[in-house]
């Protein structure tokens, strides 16, 4: 069966870094794209971006530019968030999820968990 | 770029039917049919509902249909029951932003 499991919750203080996995099974890899989409506690979704798995080609939110970067491992079926300069409004669950280019995500991650507070 | 536009909160008792709108723009729910909704639960990722403004993954009830009309979509929920009270989200390619999603609209079964 499809699955994507996520690397565990973090804490961060403001300015880091973080970098988040999402590690892919039930499927060929290369033939889905994978979104990021991320929830502020008690907020709505926001798309962050996409990464082709198969060229590596990204696509990312236009207020995320210059601090988002996603990246993928073909040998291990992982695909990378690392999200840089963060901020206490960067505090929320970020989720991976299994999509087409422009339509649909159709299995989610489980959430990771990314607070940031001095 | 704002978000869709849902209604904050919708309700219903069992067995009834509602209608959650999401309003969009030319640029994105009027000009795609690339609108997608998802159901989520507190705590509990997102579940895909309908995609391309309206058709059902497989495992999706048939109670739960979509629509679009203009720059606004509709996702309607039928046959109400206690199990589909959560929280949906509509979601629209577009051209300048990509991915919008809705606010969110808050499903009580009364």
């Known amino acids: 069966q499809v699955q994507l499991v996520q690397s565990g919750a973090d804490v961060k203080k403001p300015g880091a870094s973080v970098k988040v996995s999402c590690k892919a099974s039930?499927?060929?890899?290369?033939?889905?794209?994978i979104h990021w989409v991320r929830q502020a506690p008690g907020q709505g979704l926001e798309w962050m971006g996409i990464?082709?798995?198969?060229?590596?080609?990204?696509d990312y939110a236009q207020k995320l530019q210059g601090r988002v970067t996603m990246t993928r491992d073909t040998s291990t079926s992982t695909v990378y968030l690392e999200l840089s300069s963060l901020r206490s409004e960067d505090t929320a669950v970020y989720y991976c999820?299994?999509?087409?280019?422009?339509?649909?995500?159709?299995?989610w991650g489980q959430g990771t968990l990314v607070t940031v507070s001095s | 770029q704002s978000a869709l536009t849902q209604p904050r909160s919708v309700s219903g008792s069992p067995g009834q039917s509602v209608t959650i709108s999401c309003t969009g723009t030319?640029?994105?729910?009027?000009?795609?049919?690339?609108v997608s909704w998802y159901q989520q639960h507190p705590g509990k990722a997102p579940k895909l509902m309908i995609y391309?403004?309206?058709n059902r993954p497989s495992g999706v009830s048939n109670r739960f249909s979509g629509s679009k009309s203009g720059n606004t979509a509709s996702l309607t929920i039928s046959g109400l029951q206690a199990e589909d009270e959560a929280d949906y989200y509509c979601?629209?390619?577009?051209?300048?932003?990509?991915?919008?999603f809705g606010g969110g609209t808050k499903l009580t079964v009364l």
């Open positions: 999820a299994r999509g087409d280019r422009y339509s649909y995500y159709d299995y």
């Open positions: 039930g499927y060929t890899f290369t033939s889905y794209y």
């Open positions: 990464i082709n798995p198969r060229g590596g080609s990204t």
């Open positions: 030319s640029s994105n729910v009027g000009d795609y049919n690339y």
């Open positions: 391309d403004v309206s």
């Open positions: 979601c629209s390619y577009g051209v300048s932003y990509k991915f919008l």
